[in-house]
């Protein structure tokens, strides 16, 4: 019933900065915890940025991003940033935003399965 669709990826030099965006359709997302997360070629998907849907919205992010990248939400046009500053090399990966209807307004998660739908997925490349 909800669609995810991820725009924003591109082509940046080491120290760029990227904004990704998630827009949702079919419902409100109101009260759905969503995620991105990234996939080399050659590599397991792995997390990259999480945030609930509590008051103030409490966020999660990989230790490889702690510092550099930000996700946001913006419940009234039901989308999901990822503000991506300070690129290197290693960030390079197929960028995927996901989502996970609960009633805890609380919830995070950093796995995979816990994800209850997905986008298809926007390229970041980032060049040295």
């Known amino acids: 019933q909800v669609q995810l669709v991820e725009s924003g990826g591109g082509l940046v030099q080491a120290g760029g900065s990227l904004r990704l965006s998630c827009a949702a359709s079919?419902?409100?997302?109101?009260?759905?915890?969503m995620a991105w997360f990234r996939q080399a070629p050659g590599k397991e998907r792995e997390f990259v940025a999480a945030?609930?849907?509590?008051?103030?919205?409490?966020?999660y992010y990989a230790d490889s991003v702690k510092g550099r990248f930000t996700i946001s939400r913006d419940n009234a046009k039901n989308t999901v940033y990822l503000q991506m500053n300070s690129l290197k090399p290693e960030d390079t990966a197929l960028y995927y935003c996901?989502?996970?209807?609960?009633?805890?307004?609380?919830?995070?998660?950093?796995?995979?399965?816990?994800?209850?739908?997905w986008g298809q997925g926007t390229q970041v490349t980032v060049s040295s």
């Open positions: 079919g419902r409100t997302f109101s009260t759905h915890a």
């Open positions: 945030i609930s849907w509590n008051w103030n919205g409490s966020t």
């Open positions: 996901a989502g996970h209807r609960t009633y805890d307004s609380r919830w995070i998660s950093i796995q995979v399965y816990d994800y209850d739908y």
